[in-house]
């Protein structure tokens, strides 16, 4: 049902409505964007994080387990691990850390 007003709609009326209409498409657009910048701050934090766990390694399992904690954590809980490839085979496996992850 379409809304009516006795004696119709003003030319004010329908002004004060696009003004409206202007303002909500804004604030729409606003919460977007900080949706977006809150991801790439996040994502940001992360490739930080990932950088000092670099320099704090002691060996490439302990780099890999750390990099699967931190992005597992703040990132991707549910779907993430790495995966390694055995030159032997030519296989790729999961490696060691992704199963300490399950909960």
Not at 48 to 56: C, E, G
């Amino acid at each position: 049902m379409l809304p009516t007003k006795p004696g119709g709609f003003t030319d004010d009326d329908i002004r004060l409505l696009e003004v409206f209409a202007s303002q909500v498409t804004v604030v729409i657009q606003n919460i977007h964007l900080l949706h977006t910048e809150r991801t790439l701050a996040e994502k940001l934090a992360v490739l930080y994080a990932i950088a000092i766990a670099t320099t704090q390694a002691g060996n490439e399992d302990e780099l890999i387990e750390h990099v699967t904690n931190i992005i597992g954590q703040r990132l991707y809980s549910d779907s993430f691990g790495i995966l390694l490839l055995d030159e032997t085979s030519n296989e790729l496996y999961l490696h060691s850390s992704y199963p300490d992850r399950i909960t």
